[in-house]
């Protein structure tokens, strides 16, 4: 039984994971920035202080155990945000101590792989990542996963944050701009040439952005620059993909992450893998976004493995890159 702490950005996630994949228990509590405001870390890693201990209650009661039923902690040691990063890292230090369990620092990118990997059933996909702060695209190979193709600027979701924010789109029920500008962006019906910034197998998304703040200052419709800023991006990524997927040869595409969550994103990996005669498979939303039971189950594989993480040595890693982890647990 392994309990995940999630702190990499804005969610402070907990979760209860067995041995066998049964997830008895998902908590989330996000840091909800102010009106037309990104993440402030320092904010957000208070956030996670002070409702840590709600959180814990929340969980044990979900999973109807007792503390001493937990034979494991896991935590998100990196990539994130510092001051989120360590906040979780202290939780599951005080826990493992307490209880007198062994801990074990989980790479971020991983588990949302790993998560997505024990769900859908996918055993050796092409994996498409992409979020707020990711966008890769990676396979597993000799011991590790390897980034074939990756954003050299902001991420996917980043971008269309952005523009909302900068756009003013803005939902007042929800304070993230995103599905907002799914749903503006719904509403286009002029396709506006765009920046295709494709470089090799990696990608650029501050340029689209950049232009079509420009071309909004100049008066196109806004539901018309959200349409083509969305279409483009795609476009880009699902290019990248199916060029992953033609040099490893594979037939199964693998979409996990927050963003994954994108309805026209899945469309268009739909189409590009039925003309490959392959198969996509998407995380489910509850287990899209960041979450502790991503955390608990990449803790159980890594424990099983032989992996822990001495107190003394579980520092976080804020760019601890998913390209620099071995992976024994995968043959």
């Known amino acids: 039984m392994c309990l995940g702490i999630e702190g990499t950005a804005h969610t402070l996630g907990m979760g209860l994971v067995d041995s066998g994949g049964r997830i008895l228990a998902n908590v989330r509590h996000s840091y909800i920035p102010p009106p037309g405001k990104g993440i402030h870390p320092r904010d957000a890693s208070q956030h996670h202080s002070e409702i840590s201990g709600k959180a814990l209650q929340e969980t044990l009661k979900q999973a109807k155990i007792d503390p001493s039923e937990i034979d494991l902690t896991a935590f998100s040691m990196g990539p994130g945000m510092g001051p ?33 990997r024990l769900v859908t059933g996918a055993s050796d996909p092409v994996v498409l990542n992409v979020s707020g702060g990711t966008t890769q695209i990676v396979v597993f190979e000799k011991g590790r996963y390897r980034v074939f193709g990756e954003t050299l600027d902001i991420a996917i979701g980043n971008a269309f944050d952005v523009f909302a924010r900068e756009a003013g789109i803005h939902d007042p029920s929800n304070p993230w701009p995103g599905p907002k500008f799914v749903e503006t962006a719904a509403r286009g019906s002029q396709y506006i040439e765009l920046p295709y910034l494709v470089k090799g197998m990696d990608l650029a998304f501050s340029g689209l ?13 806004v539901e018309d620059l959200c349409y083509s800023l969305q279409e483009t991006a795609l476009a880009m990524l699902t290019e990248v993909t199916e060029r992953a997927m033609a040099h490893t040869e594979k037939r199964l595409l693998l979409l996990t992450g927050g963003s994954a969550r994108n309805k026209r994103l899945q469309e268009m990996l739909e189409v590009m893998t039925k003309e490959r005669g392959a ?13 502790g039971a991503m955390i608990a189950w990449t803790g159980i594989l890594a424990h099983s493995a032989g992996i822990t993480t001495p107190i003394e040595k579980s520092f976080v890693r804020p760019r601890w890159r998913i390209d620099e982890v071995e992976i024994p647990w995968i043959r």
């Open 84 to 116: 989120c990063l360590r906040t979780a890292a202290t939780i599951a230090r005080v826990l493992a101590k307490y209880l007198g369990i062994q801990l074990v620092g989980v790479n971020h990118i991983l588990a949302h792989i790993e998560i997505a």
């Open 209 to 221: 952005v950049t232009q079509a703040l420009r071309l909004l200052k100049e008066g196109h419709r």
């Open 279 to 291: 198969e996509v498979r998407v995380v489910p939303p509850e287990l899209a976004t960041d979450n």
